[in-house]
């Protein structure tokens, strides 16, 4: 801890924007381990219509999903947050867009669309992280459609991210 308030503020700020871009790392690199480390042990999660529960539930969801989409991509845009010691609120805009397998077509995909807003409440653990005590995700838009695009690269553990990002910071699993 900083004995500067306004620069802790900076600190933390910084730290709770590298969460939830590790969030958006987890789910389109496939790395469980990851998003295991993002919420605090009593959190909760709730994701639109598509999921309510423990943060424990929502990981093993996501892991059951996750061989399932050939493309995911989470691109955070605006994000507000305010911090009070230990705890924070927070709102990020978002895009994120899936290709999944299309149930009414088999062999076939869909692109799934959607602008989303995560409505987050973060905690400072005893470790010093920062992590989702709660997330509850609003689906402000959705676009579903035919797949007909290519060049899908969800490469999960293959991806050359972890072979040319060396640093601890990149690596997969639980934050160092």
């Not at 598509?50 to 061989?67: H, N, Q, R, V």
Request: charged content about 25%; glycine content about 8%; hydrophobic content about 35%.
């Amino acid at each position: 801890m900083h004995n500067d308030p306004a620069i802790q503020e900076l600190i933390d700020r910084e730290a709770i924007r590298d969460l939830v871009l590790c969030y958006s790392r987890a789910i389109d690199r496939k790395d469980v381990g990851l998003l295991r480390d993002l919420y605090t042990e009593d959190s909760t999660d709730t994701h639109g219509d598509t999921f309510d529960g423990s943060a424990e539930d929502f990981c093993k969801f996501i892991e059951g999903s996750l061989p399932h989409m050939t493309y995911s991509g989470h691109h955070a845009c605006n994000h507000m947050i305010a911090i009070d010691g230990d705890e924070g609120n927070g709102e990020v805009y978002a895009l994120a867009f899936h290709v999944v397998p299309d149930q009414a077509n088999p062999g076939k995909q869909i692109e799934d669309f959607m602008c989303v807003r995560y409505i987050d409440n973060y905690r400072r653990c005893a470790d010093g992280k920062w992590r989702f005590s709660k997330r509850v995700v609003t689906y402000d838009m959705q676009l579903q459609r035919p797949f007909t695009g290519g060049g899908l690269m969800a490469l999960g553990e293959k991806d050359p991210s972890y072979s040319e990002l060396l640093l601890p910071f990149f690596q997969r699993g639980a934050r160092s």
